[in-house]
């Protein structure tokens, strides 16, 4: 069995990039560069699932950048310092770009920071004025905190809806 045979409920492709272009349209009409979401939960995928089609897992955190006008970049566990580049065509991780590791774990405190930073480090690279919340309720706090912090000058918003 291949590993894209293992995806439980797999969102088609058509409907992943109907998807895409309908938040897109809605990003632009609203002036929002980019939305950024969380997960760890593969039993509860939420936005994350919605928008790559891959759950978190088993509580390791699982974050999303959904640009306006690029692939997603996506944080997740793995080795420090260790990226990727995916041309969005990875079936596996379709959609993505950018894919970024970050050894964090919720139940090991002095991580929490990890990927707030990460975060934080791609929205401030690429100049974003206007950042979406996604699912404010889900996200860890410290990420939220980070994030506002190191992105000065940047408005946020909850983009959920």
Known sequence: MSAIERVETPISTAELERRWAAVRKEMAAHNVDALVMQNASDWLGGYVKWFTDVPAHNDYPR??????????????????????QLSGKDPLNPGVGDWIFSPSFFSIAYTHEY??????????????????????????YDLVRVVEAQVSGATFVDATD
């Open 63 to 84: 974050n999303v950048i959904f640009h306006r006008d690029d692939l997603m970049t996506v944080v997740e566990m793995g080795a420090k310092d260790r990226r990727e």
């Open 115 to 140: 990927d707030g930073a990460l975060v934080a480090q791609e929205l401030k690279r690429r100049g974003y004025k206007c950042i979406g919340w996604v699912g404010r309720g889900r996200l860890q």
